[in-house]
C-alpha cells in the first residue's frame, strides 16, 4: 500500500513570500490532516478535512494560511505572506475513518529567510 | 482546550535496559490515547494506542498504561535496541479521527 505523499521535501523561501504544499493521501482515506511541527515540538493540527468539508480549522492563522481538498482526494496548504515564525516542517496525514490509525507523510521542511 | 504534557524531553539509557516517558492529559473526556515515534526526517509512525476503557496493553517490547482517575498515560519500552532510538510522541484525542493532541516529545537515546 502506498504512503502518503508530500511535495516539495524542502522549500527555501523570503519572508513576505508565498509557498503551496501538496499532498496526496492514502487511497480511499476520508480523513485529511495538515499539521505544522515546529524544531523540537510536537505537530499542531492546522486543519482537517472529511472528504471535502472541512471538520476543525480552529488552529489555522486564516489571515495567512489556506488549504482546500480537491474533489474530497488531494489536497494543497498555502502561505501568503511568509513569516520568518511559519518556518516548520509541514505533515500531512490521512485515516481511513473513524477509529482507525492514522498515516503520516515525510512532511515538507520550509525554512524563510 | 486538551493539553498533553510529556516527560522527560530526553532519555538515555543502556541498550537492553527499559525505557519509561510519561504524559499527562488535561481533558478528562479524551478516551484515546496514541503513542508515535518519529526517526530523523520522516513522519510520525503509530507505534502502539490505548482506548479509555482499557488499563493496559502489550506489543512484544512495547507497553502502555493509563490511569484515568489521574489523568495519567505511560510508555514502557523492554530491552531497548539501537533502533530504538527516535523521538517518541504521546497524544491524546476523543478518538483516532478527531483532533490529536501531541505532547512535546521524548528524545530517546540507547547507549551501546
Known amino acids: 500500500e502506498a504512503g502518503v505523499a508530500q511535495s516539495p521535501r524542502y522549500k527555501i523561501i523570503e519572508k513576505r513570500q508565498s509557498v503551496a504544499f501538496w499532498c496526496n493521501p492514502i487511497s480511499g482515506h476520508a480523513t485529511l490532516y495538515w499539521y505544522q511541527q515546529i524544531l523540537g515540538q510536537g505537530p499542531k493540527l492546522l486543519i482537517q478535512f472529511q472528504n471535502n468539508g472541512v471538520v476543525d480549522d480552529s488552529q489555522l492563522p486564516k489571515d495567512r494560511f489556506s488549504a482546500e481538498r480537491l474533489k474530497g482526494v488531494d489536497s494543497t496548504l498555502k502561505i501568503q505572506p511568509a513569516k520568518l515564525e511559519d518556518s516548520a516542517v509541514y505533515l500531512c496525514?490521512?485515516?481511513?475513518?473513524?477509529?482507525?490509525?492514522?498515516?503520516f507523510g515525510q512532511g515538507t521542511r520550509l525554512t524563510v529567510v | 482546550g486538551e493539553n498533553v504534557e510529556q516527560h522527560p524531553s530526553t532519555l538515555s539509557v543502556q541498550e537492553g535496559d527499559s525505557a519509561v516517558i510519561k504524559c499527562t492529559y488535561s481533558?478528562?473526556?479524551?478516551?484515546?490515547f496514541p503513542w508515535y515515534k518519529q526517526e530523523l526526517g520522516k513522519g510520525p509512525q503509530l507505534i502502539i494506542d490505548?482506548?479509555?476503557?482499557?488499563g493496559e496493553k502489550k506489543d512484544q517490547r512495547i507497553a502502555v498504561t493509563l490511569n484515568k482517575t489521574a489523568k495519567h498515560f505511560s510508555l514502557h519500552i523492554t530491552e531497548t535496541q539501537p533502533e530504538d532510538s527516535a523521538v517518541y510522541f504521546c497524544a491524546a484525542s476523543w478518538s483516532s479521527a478527531s483532533k490529536i493532541i501531541f505532547g512535546s516529545g521524548t528524545r530517546l537515546s540507547i547507549r551501546p
Open positions: 481533558d478528562s473526556a479524551s478516551n484515546y
Open positions: 490505548i482506548r479509555s476503557n482499557v
Open positions: 496525514a490521512s485515516n481511513l475513518n473513524r477509529d482507525t490509525e492514522a498515516f
